[in-house]
């Protein structure tokens, strides 16, 4: 069993107003790391729609070769509601204080330690040559304070990989893999970093998304191709997997974790594991534990006006190995929830807590965009990070979207 004690949440940032879904903001909520072990917590400030390809804007640095995408809006489209891509706050004491957020152009999302520099990606990589992408990271010498940009930063993979290229998404580039929730890019106890960039994989007239896996021993200047936790036969029954996560055990091993594509006839959360580094893995199984939804199964919320089914369920897990290898995993639809591995291998999820409840007939204080993130913290201590939508105060204040962070202290009894 496990003690588990819990903080009160604490407010990172707002919106005051009702927001419809097609325009909430301060959601979508990833977590990282600083070189000096300051917390980053990101989220979006931009709503769950498309944003025009040419919002996106080539910035080319003296020197680089590629140019860095960054979302600038206002600069086509000088009357464009959401003028930024995402914000981040900033924790020196393991999530008890938080700095004002600081807005982003398309980096952010997490950020890891590589020796005495922090790095955070730009969201996307883009094809240069059969068997070679592209990206950018941010960089900071300074725990997050100031960052400056990282251009040409490539990643290798083989060229007969058959990986499908969009284009007409952003500006002109030719878009081959995306870090989508970005819950993978980590420190390794080697000394190396790892992170996944999820693409999609064409087979006939089969396409289908799955994660791809890089590793650098260079502190981020260049990544080179490991393996494919998911394989590259094509699923039966889902369009693939998506928004993966991953954290080393304490015994070395990596654990996987990934939302499915719209898996039949329910939705399920599935994961995997490796024994050699990312190299080979076991085949994906439903997390063990992790209750499956089935799409049908939604009432519609009579203040928020919520969807009647429910397309997508458990989406975006998020995973951390705290320091007495007890394993968190956080993920969500419908509601948000974390869970435990206390064995530490991701062989049974356990101890299962409900941060943000299940969306209730009338909508208070139950809805959100149900994607969370996680960070080992303190001795045994973890940080949460979620928003909620249109939350409304306890001490009566005004409604809003809102973003929390919450401690955690896990004990094994």
Request: hydrophobic letters at 35%; proline letters at 8%; aromatic letters at 10%.
């Amino acid at each position: 069993m496990l003690k588990i004690d819990i903080t009160e949440p604490i407010t990172l940032a707002r919106h005051e107003g009702m927001l419809t879904k097609a325009e909430s903001t301060h959601h979508y909520c990833t977590v990282g790391r600083a070189s000096d072990g300051t917390i980053l917590a990101f989220y979006s400030m931009h709503p769950d729609i498309a944003r025009p390809p040419n919002a996106w804007v080539p910035v080319r640095l003296p020197g680089s070769h590629h140019p860095i995408y960054k979302f600038r809006p206002r600069q086509t489209h000088p009357d464009y509601r959401w003028p930024h891509g995402g914000a981040y706050c900033r924790s020196e004491d393991g999530g008890r204080t938080w700095s004002a957020p600081e807005m982003t152009d398309g980096w952010g999302g997490s950020s890891v330690p590589a020796g005495d520099q922090t790095l955070s990606p730009y969201g996307y990589l883009y094809l240069v040559e059969p068997g070679l992408a592209v990206g950018a990271f941010r960089e900071s010498g300074d725990g997050g304070r100031t960052w400056k940009d990282r251009p040409d930063v490539f990643f290798r993979f083989p060229p007969d990989l058959n990986l499908y290229v969009t284009e007409d998404r952003i500006a002109d580039a030719r878009v081959l893999m995306n870090f989508e929730s970005r819950g993978t890019l980590k420190a390794l106890s080697d000394g190396a970093i790892v992170t996944t960039a999820t693409a999609q994989m064409l087979l006939g007239d089969r396409k289908w998304w799955l994660p791809v896996l890089f590793r650098s021993t260079d502190k981020g200047q260049s990544f080179e191709f490991v393996g494919l936790p998911t394989g590259t036969t094509p699923p039966p029954n889902h369009r693939g997997f998506t928004e993966p996560a991953l954290t080393e055990l304490s015994n070395g091993d990596l654990l996987a974790a990934f939302r499915v594509e719209y898996h039949q006839p329910d939705r399920v959360m599935m994961q995997c594991r490796s024994s050699d580094g990312g190299a080979t893995w076991t085949g994906p199984v439903i997390c063990p534990g992790v209750p499956r939804h089935y799409p049908v199964r939604r009432l519609q919320p009579i203040v928020n006006q919520g969807k009647t089914h429910l397309n997508a369920a458990n989406v975006s897990p998020y995973l951390t190995t705290l320091s007495n290898g007890v394993v968190a995993m956080v993920y969500g639809r419908p509601g948000v929830y974390i869970t435990f591995s206390e064995e530490g291998t991701g062989e049974a999820w356990r101890d299962r807590l409900p941060v943000v409840t299940e969306e209730s007939l009338f909508g208070i204080n139950c809805d959100s965009s149900h994607m969370a993130g996680v960070i080992d913290a303190d001795e045994n201590e973890l940080v949460m990070l979620y928003d909620v939508y249109n939350y409304r105060p306890p001490d009566g204040g005004p409604t809003g979207n809102t973003v929390f962070a919450l401690r955690m202290r896990v004990e094994k009894a």
